[in-house]
């Protein structure tokens, strides 16, 4: 029979194997997808302030669809699928879209200025990402922390705060791509 | 504890299948770093034992064989892993 230390052995290789069959677990095209969306709907603000809202009520929900179908073509190709990964990553990114959709009668009431409430809606996306960051990709709490400090500098900058913030913004998301895609060790398709 | 569990690569197969819904032939070589044909002959025991299930389609026309644990199969994990958990802790408290 094998020694309690060979056991142990035995468990920490097993550790490791699943580290590593969790690795690189969403594609390249997802960041590059909402490294795109970002960077339109945050320069929207600054030169195209009317439609900001429309642009996501329209992008958000497909941008979400999209990311469900880029997930699981990405599965089906690295041949690995994970119901209970996929329903998770969802579940959390539908509760961030709901509580924005449930904040914006306090900018149509008149309740919270436009430019005030799309700050909130920007810190309530920061902390998503953040939280993404810790209980689903390691990558994303870098971009919800660069988010925040994006937050934060739209109260200094006087002038295209939000395309430069974006700009910044999408670039995180995908360098975050990239290096989730060679963690993986497996190609995009 | 499950003899066919005993050997690491079994046991391997058995905690990646549980831990997702099926996994590929090729996935699962990437990651245990098996040959095809010590892979094959460790998944067609596991089969045989009732604890694997077996799906085959073709993509991007070419075969692909899916993965995954039956019920059997999760409750022998569980019972192995509960068996060696306790033979670890045995272990341990004999050397204080």
Redesign the interface.
Same mark, same amino acid.
């Given at each position: 029979m094998a020694s309690s230390k060979q056991l142990t052995n035995d468990l920490e290789y097993l550790g490791a194997l699943l580290r590593k069959s969790e690795r690189g677990g969403s594609p390249f095209m997802i960041y590059a997808l909402w490294a795109v969306l970002v960077l339109v709907g945050f320069s929207m603000v600054d030169f195209a302030p009317h439609r900001v809202g429309l642009f996501w009520f329209i992008a958000g929900p497909l941008g979400g669809v999209a990311s469900a179908i880029l997930g699981h073509r990405y599965g089906l190709t690295i041949g690995q699928l994970n119901r209970e990964d996929g329903l998770r990553h969802l579940w959390h990114w539908f509760g961030i879209m709901l509580a924005i959709l449930l904040a914006v009668p306090l900018g149509v009431s008149g309740a919270i200025a436009w430019p005030v409430l799309s700050r909130v809606f920007l810190l309530i996306v920061a902390l998503a990402y953040f939280l993404a960051g810790v209980h689903l990709e390691r990558p994303l709490k870098w971009v919800g922390l660069l988010m925040m400090a994006g937050y934060v500098s739209l109260f200094f900058i006087p002038a295209y705060g939000w395309t430069l913030v974006g700009i910044l913004v999408s670039l995180s998301l995908v360098v975050s791509g990239w290096v989730e895609r060679r963690r993986g060790g497996t190609p995009d398709r | 504890m499950e003899r066919i569990l005993?050997h $690491?690569s079994r +046991?391997?197969l058995c905690? +990646?299948l549980n $831990?997702?819904?099926?996994? @590929?032939? @090729? $996935? +699962?070589k990437g990651?245990?770093e098996e040959t095809d044909g010590s892979l094959g002959a460790h998944l067609l025991k596991l089969e045989k034992e009732g604890y694997l299930s077996v799906r085959k389609e073709f993509?991007d026309r070419k075969p692909?064989t899916?993965y995954s644990l039956t019920k059997r199969g999760k409750e022998a994990l569980d019972s192995h892993l509960g068996s +060696?958990s306790r033979?670890?802790r045995?272990?341990?408290g004999g050397r204080s």
């Open positions: - | 005993e $690491r +046991l391997a905690v +990646l $831990r997702n819904d099926c996994m @590929s032939f @090729s $996935r +699962l990651l245990l993509r692909v899916w +060696l033979l670890i045995q272990g341990s």
